[in-house]
Structure formats: C-alpha cells, structure tokens
C-alpha cells in the first residue's frame, strides 16, 4: 500500500513569483509519481509523470518536479506564476507492479495566485 | 473525440433514494475507476475495472455497486443513498499495461444527499 502528503492545502503568492508545492509519498515498493491540476468546476488534468529515467520532469505551463528517492519527495515548481495557474493541483502515486495500477492521490494543494 | 463522458452534472437525491451516475469512454481503454472527491481529503478510489466483466473494489467501495458489461461503459450505482455520499464523483479511464498509468478524467458528477 502506499500514501501520498501534500504538506500544504492552501499556498498563496502574488503573479510573477516563484512556486513550489510539497509532496511526499510512502511506498514498500517502486512507484510512479504524477502530478494532476483541477481547474474550477473541471476534472483532472494530467501536469507531468515521472516513471523512470532522469529524475527532473518537465510538464505543461513551465511546471516541473523533481523525484527524490531518498527523501521519497516529488515537489511541484515554477519560476513565475500567472493569474491562470490558480487551481487545486494534487500529487499521485501508483505502485510500477501492481495488476491494477491504481492511483493513490493526496489531499491537494489550493494554489491561489494573487495580482 | 469525447474522452470521459460523465451524466448527470448535477444531482440532488433523498436520503433512501436510488441512482446511477452514467461513464462513457470512446477510447477504447481497458481500465475505468470511479472516484469520489471531498474536500481535504483528495480523490478516493471507489471501484475500479480492467476490462469487460471485471470489477474491483477500491478504498471506499461501502454503498456503492459497479458493473462493466462492455468496454465503453462503466455506471455506478447507490441502491440507497446517505447524506455522508454527498461528493462530486469523477469517472477516469486508461490503457493497461507497463507504465500506461495516466488517466483521463470526466468532469465531475456532483451529488447532493437530503
């Protein structure tokens, strides 16, 4: 089994600063890692994944993460926020062997981008 | 091409009532799950199916039923609903296989329970 935190429900920032949301999993075994982003009143939309190789993911809207093995992290950045990121982003892992692949989430992190 | 296809929108149900919320996906993926969403609490993995014939439970499958009787459709079912049900319900589907974990969602079926 495996779980997902996101250490932070509510990050505020003003446009044109720079972000970085928390995640951090628990797993016995080897998992992939996504980052999911929910627009008001839409469903999910995929941000990037990290499923093996180098260890920085590069997503869509200048999002990127970086997996940290070690410290079983996988934070969400981006240098400069706009108006438009504002959204509820989540964290999610999946265990690479299980039959069924299933997605854990965690609780989300309200991003509210401020002028 | 419409993705996930998720009906109703919205819904308001008594305490006791029965419904089905309606998935369609026209990309031929072989696993479908439903989620609920509540707030702080992320997305919850409800049932979930690998194929025609084959459900699953998920983390929260109490008062929920499923059944996937072809490969498009995936409708989830409360035989009698409860107030604690009040959600919104995302359906989301994907191919199967070694890393092909990414999900599409619908948009969201937002259940209220008097």
């Known amino acids: 089994a495996q779980s997902v935190t996101q250490l932070d429900s509510q990050v505020p920032v003003f446009e044109e600063a720079p972000v970085e949301l928390r995640c951090n999993y628990s797993?016995?075994?080897?998992?992939?890692l996504f980052w999911y982003v929910q627009y008001p009143n839409q469903g999910l939309q995929l941000l990037l994944k990290y499923l093996s190789g180098s260890t920085l993911v590069k997503g869509i809207n200048g999002f990127e993460a970086e997996f940290n093995k070690s410290q079983t992290s996988f934070h969400l950045r981006k240098p400069s926020v706009h108006i438009s990121d504002t959204a509820e982003y989540f964290c999610a892992v999946s265990a690479t062997k299980h039959a069924g692949n299933m997605l854990t989430f965690g609780g989300g992190t309200r991003l509210m981008v401020k002028p | 091409n419409a993705g996930v296809t998720q009906t109703p929108k919205f819904q308001v149900l008594k305490t006791g009532q029965s419904m089905t919320l309606q998935c369609a996906q026209d990309m031929n993926h072989e696993y479908m799950s439903w989620y609920r969403q509540d707030p702080g609490m992320g997305l919850r993995l409800i049932h979930y199916s690998v194929g025609a014939g084959i459900t699953d439970q998920g983390e929260v499958p109490n008062g929920y039923n499923v059944s996937r009787s072809t490969t498009e459709d995936f409708p989830l079912r409360l035989l009698s609903a409860a107030p604690s049900q009040t959600s919104v319900y995302f359906c989301?589907?994907?191919?199967?296989?070694?890393?092909?974990?990414?999900?599409?969602f619908g948009a969201g079926s937002r259940l209220t329970v008097l």
């Open positions: 797993s016995s075994v080897s998992v992939y």
């Open positions: 989301a589907s994907r191919t199967t296989g070694e890393g092909a974990n990414v999900l599409t």
